[in-house]
């Protein structure tokens, strides 16, 4: 089966169904989903979208600021002033749109109450409780869907980009439901199929988020960068898992939010300790607090510390952060008396497909926005609520560049599409997450937190291994998406290693400093 559309977006959390409102204002959009709808990390998403709407205690310059801060030297300064500016505009458009954010008598804050959280100087951050995301998404789905803005194909994941005379014509996709491969030409395409932190034992990402975006651009030619920065969030749940569940449950994340209204961070000792790495303590860049975790338990030789939230009235703790209350409570705690075990967990990739400000890939017709793209907004270390955001403002960006592709194309009707042909896996199901669990684990030991030659190098090994034994010829989509996983896995490792230096996200034990007259770059890489 062929379908047609003039823009085609693979992907719908923020940054897809912001780039399908604003396509479908002058084209006929097409949406595919890899799950259902609302399976994204902007569902989950829990602290907010930072925008420097307080025009009399913030402004766009503080917000910009605190983003190069946080970016280490590496981001692109005009498409942070991008972002600062015009995230004001999207976000109001967002309220407009009928997004409930919390709200209070507080002034210069438009009458929306606005949080604080790690290393921004000013309270920015627009939130719906703890569940920001879902409200986020809800507004533009339902604005979508609700009018028939745009075809949406739930449950059909992208496989393989279609490629004409270095042309982007679509991709083609299998629709799960009926395991039938079928192909999506469009006149441009735009990817924003979010993270791939999957890749990883420990992560807040839900399990779609398995790098599919920047395999399947990167096996068509498109060029990747800033793969080594991952961002790990300070404070996951620790939870107790099954193995069944390590291969894919997302650990529960503790909002950055939470420190943000006062909650204290304590070893297994019961010693507060943040102090000793940063005058910001709770509230420093989550790269130091994560390494600062780390270290603590390394220190007392435990698998956590704990979030103390003793300086929070029990009332403040259940109207802001409903969803932590009842899941902490759900699993045995109560987070108004009891202290919460938490550690890192892998987050964010701030590296994806190389896009320039319009958000076109080195592809011709071939777009990205998300997570899954990287045009330096993040740097090498994302500022909290700074996502959402970049999701919503390049979103609507690509999708305005797209525009200009589509206009005088007509399909050629000799196009060859070589759609792959997907059968029953050669691998057992048990095989297949075996392997997922060895390229998760090698990350998270080889290409964690701390990272060095040796380590990196051992995690190379052990996914080079899982390469020779599962060969190069997926046969279904779980294939593809294992082999998707490693590809993301070996991009990350390799850039890794590459960078012999430390900076924002990327500790390397072996060159613990930050070496700027060698490394004020990005790395790229082309297959
Ligand atoms: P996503 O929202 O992940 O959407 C990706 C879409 O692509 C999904 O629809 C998925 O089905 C689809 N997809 C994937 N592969 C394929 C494929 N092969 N074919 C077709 N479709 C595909 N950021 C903030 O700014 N503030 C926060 O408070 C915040 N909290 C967070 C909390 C959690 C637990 C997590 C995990 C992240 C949080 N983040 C937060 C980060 C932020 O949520 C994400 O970076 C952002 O939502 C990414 O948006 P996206 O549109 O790029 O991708
Ligand atoms: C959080 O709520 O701590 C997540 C915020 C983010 O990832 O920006």
Redesign the pocket.
């Known amino acids: 089966m062929i379908e047609k559309s003039d823009i085609l977006i ?7 169904l912001r780039a399908a409102l604003t396509a479908s204002k002058f084209c006929k959009v097409t949406v ?4 259902r709808i609302g ?4 569902e ?6 930072a925008a420097a709407i307080d025009q009399i205690k913030d402004s766009t310059l503080y917000h910009l600021e605190d983003t190069l801060d946080a970016g280490a030297g590496l981001c692109d300064e005009e498409a942070v002033r991008i972002l600062v500016n015009e995230g004001v505009d999207r976000v109001k458009e967002l309220i407009q749109m009928g997004a409930q954010f919390d709200r209070a008598e507080t002034e210069g804050g438009g009458g929306f109450a606005l949080a604080l959280e790690g290393a921004h100087k000013r309270r920015r951050i627009l939130h719906a409780g703890d569940q ?2 879902m409200e986020i998404e809800k507004t533009l789905g339902y604005t979508l869907l609700k009018e028939g803005l745009a075809e949406v194909a739930a449950e059909t ?2 496989i393989s980009l279609i490629i004409e005379n270095g042309r982007c014509l679509g991709v083609h ?1 299998q629709d799960l439901k009926t395991g039938e491969v079928k192909t999506y030409l469009a006149k441009a395409t735009i990817l ?4 791939l932190c999957q890749v990883y034992l420990y992560t ?3 399990t ?2 398995t790098g ?2 920047v395999a399947m651009a990167y096996r068509a030619g498109a060029e990747v960068q800033d793969m080594e920065f991952i961002q790990f969030h300070p404070t996951a749940l620790v939870q107790f898992t099954e193995f069944s569940d390590i291969v894919a449950l997302p650990q529960f ?1 503790i909002s950055e939010a939470v420190r943000g209204e006062g909650g204290i961070l304590l070893n297994n000792r019961g010693e507060r300790f943040m102090e000793k790495y940063h005058v910001k303590m709770e509230l420093a860049p989550r790269d130091v607090v994560s390494r600062a975790i780390f270290e603590e338990m390394r220190a007392t030789g435990a698998d956590h510390v704990y979030l103390s939230l003793v300086g929070i009235s029990a009332e403040k703790i259940t109207k802001r952060f409903p969803l932590i209350y009842k899941t902490c409570l759900e699993r045995g705690l109560d987070i108004t008396r009891d202290n919460i075990p938490v550690a890192p967990a892998a ?2 990739s701030m590296g994806g497909v190389r896009t320039d400000l319009e958000g076109r890939t080195n592809i011709h017709g071939l777009y990205a926005a ?3 793209s990287s045009l330096g907004v993040h740097g090498a270390n994302r500022l909290a ?5 970049d ?1 919503l403002v390049f979103g609507h960006r690509a999708a305005l560049s797209a525009r200009l592709q589509i206009m005088d194309f007509e399909f050629n009707s000799n196009i060859k599409l070589d759609a792959p042909k997907f059968e029953s896996s050669k691998l057992k199901e048990v095989e297949i997450q075996r392997y997922k669990l060895v390229i998760k684990s090698a990350m998270w030991q080889g290409t964690g937190i701390i990272r060095s030659a040796e380590t990196l190098n051992a995690a190379l090994h052990r996914l080079e291994i899982v390469e020779k034994q599962i060969g190069n010829a997926p046969i279904s989509f779980e294939e593809q998406e294992l082999m998707n996983m490693l590809l993301a896995a070996k991009l990350i490792t390799r850039a890794a290693l590459d960078r012999t230096e430390s900076r924002g996200a990327h500790y390397r034990s072996d060159h613990p400093k930050r070496d700027d007259p060698n490394w004020i770059r990005h790395l790229t890489y082309k297959t």
Do not use: F, M, R
């Open positions: 693979i992907g719908g959390g923020i940054a897809g595919l989903l890899k799950g399976e994204s990390a902007t989950k998403a829990q602290g907010g979208i920001t995301g994941p992208g996709a924003a199929t979010g993270g807040t990402n839900p779609v988020a599919d975006g994340l987050h964010y998300g997570e899954c609520s700074n996502s959402l955001l999701g």
